[in-house]
């Protein structure tokens, strides 16, 4: 049977032009038992359009599993190593996710007291909140318009380990319990004024395509001649750095760890990604960077036979290693793709499964839950079996 794909149910704040083919709903399929067609089908459409949701879905960690390693047939890790998360308390990552024992690609992840769950005796879960990391903090009695609390983008991320271990071609994420609640005003606190409403715990998505899209002619030269350079074991090297109140990237105050105070590490495992990744199937690129573990950025020098009257910036290329520098450009490309009417916030019911491209989206887990607000969620990626691939040289000729 084909499957059927329809629009996401895009809320009214976001424009509709930017969701025509970013997004869609796939009807009449169960995605744990699914056809090899289908499943084919199911992996055509997720990369034309990024992110899948299906409605209604009983999936057991075995089958989401079976699922998100049908993308990377050959993966067996977990996007971090199967279990290393607990072990390592002082990453940021580490309060966040609880390993399934029985397959240990599969995370718990929610909020609130959890029992007998999936061979987990008990968990205490704590949704990921501005509160723990952002520089500025909103205070707990602020109320943002028609009476809702308001909230702040925790952190814009792709799913990756950044080091040793390649970025998952997709996550899926299995909402169980969803807390019932108030919608809440994501706030950018960034004097743009911009604000969103969202539901209670979304989680929010936005375009790597749309990203790079938006880019003016000069950063779009840029982007097509640079890599980013990632710090080594990057989620302890920035244990202490602060995030900025969009959740788009840190807070450059001196704080990260210095390369001696991290786990023993090595240069072979470092990794330096293209910023613009290539879509499989589609051949379009998305600015794709993980703005919190970007360390250095090196952009090579224009092309010869390109036109220099149009680019100003780093025409001779350059090695960019001050932190602060690094972030301002990364800052100055990815904000504008972040704005209000191109977030898809979703409102997760019960049962519904997303899965995303992980290598042409950026997400963010949104939201404020009191303790006792009970959220499961079961999240699965793997660490891929290939590196992202970036701009060939009719890319670099046509945007250089
Ligand atoms: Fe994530």
Redesign the pocket.
Known sequence: MAITLTPLPIPSTADPSNFAVFGQEVLGVNPGKCSADELKEIKDALYRHEILLFRNVSLTPEQQYALTKFFDPTSNNFGHGNNKIDSTKSSVLHPDLKTIPRVPQVQLIGNGPVYNHEGIPEAKLKHPMHMSCHKTVIKEDEVANAGLSPTRFYRW?I?AALYDLSPSRV?TLHAIRVPQGLKQVVRYDDETGDELLVPLGTTAFVSGQRIFGLLTDELKSVAVRAKVKYAPHPYIWMARSHVRSTGLGLESEGLEKSLEELPPWSDDKVKIYPMLWKNPVTNKLSLQVHPGGASEIIIDPLPNGADRAKTQLYPGGAHIKDLQEVRELLYRMQRPGIAPKLVYPHDWHENDLIIFHNRGVL?SVVGTFLPDQVRVFHQCNLAASNEPVGPNVEDVEKWA
């Open positions: 991320h799913d996550t997400h």
